[in-house]
């Protein structure tokens, strides 16, 4: 089970950090990703990291901004966004599962939301 957590409200230019806590299954089994849904749009994926955190992949747009991490110790992955812009906005969702596209396993998602 993956639960998604850290969506808000933000300006423009400002940060947030996504956590996805994962629980009943192995997590440093697997890569971890994020994926976003922008209404009227289809789910794209985001972000990625390997079992080990030692490759990680980025959509281009949001190269430079976003990091992704994971924490295997506390089961817990997460998405630090800096620089935001409106067109963020979406409704983020971790998932779990095989490196560079870990779609196995998926979480409840979380809103974001970049105001101009």
């Known amino acids: 089970q993956l639960q998604a957590s850290g969506g808000g409200l933000v300006q423009a230019g400002g940060s947030l950090r996504l956590s996805c806590a994962a629980s009943?299954?192995?997590?440093?089994?697997?890569?971890m990703g994020w994926f976003r849904q922008a209404p009227g749009k289809e789910r794209e994926f985001v972000a990625a990291?390997?079992?080990?955190?030692?490759?990680?992949s980025y959509v281009d747009s949001v190269k430079g901004r976003f990091t992704i991490s994971r924490d295997n110790a506390k089961n817990t992955g997460y998405l630090q966004m800096d620089s935001l812009k409106p067109e963020d906005t979406a409704v983020y969702y971790c998932?779990?599962?095989?490196?560079?596209?870990?779609?196995?396993?998926w979480g409840q998602g979380t809103q974001v939301t970049v105001s101009s």
């Open positions: 990291i390997s079992w080990n955190g030692g490759r990680t």
């Open positions: 009943g299954r192995t997590f440093s089994s697997y890569g």
């Open positions: 998932a779990a599962g095989g490196y560079p596209n870990p779609s196995a396993y």
